[in-house]
């Protein structure tokens, strides 16, 4: 059984593909905490993957700002 690395472990939706591009199965698992991923793919590809966490992070608090702007400018 592979645990592979979720972003997002607290999201509710059941993934079918994991970040690392494995269709998941019956067997497999996620988590959060890289130390418990034994997933290959998904360990060889740990920088890209927190790189692209961190740059849509980024953008989300980006997007939040310019609205709290937008909001302000409003009232």
């Known amino acids: 059984m592979k645990t592979h690395f979720d972003p997002y472990p607290h999201c509710e939706e059941g993934e ?3 970040v690392c591009g494995t269709w998941m199965g019956e067997a497999s698992n996620l988590s ?3 130390s418990r991923v034994d997933c290959q793919r998904c360990l ?3 920088e890209k993957i ?3 966490v ?3 992070e980024n953008e989300i608090v ?3 700002g310019h609205m709290a702007a937008h909001m302000r400018e409003k009232h």
Do not use: F, L, T, V
């Open 50 to 52: 927190s790189d692209a």
């Open 62 to 64: 980006e997007q939040m």
């Open 16 to 18: 079918e593909q994991a």
């Open 44 to 46: 060889g590809r740990k």
């Open 54 to 56: 961190a740059a849509e």
């Open 32 to 34: 959060g905490d890289w």
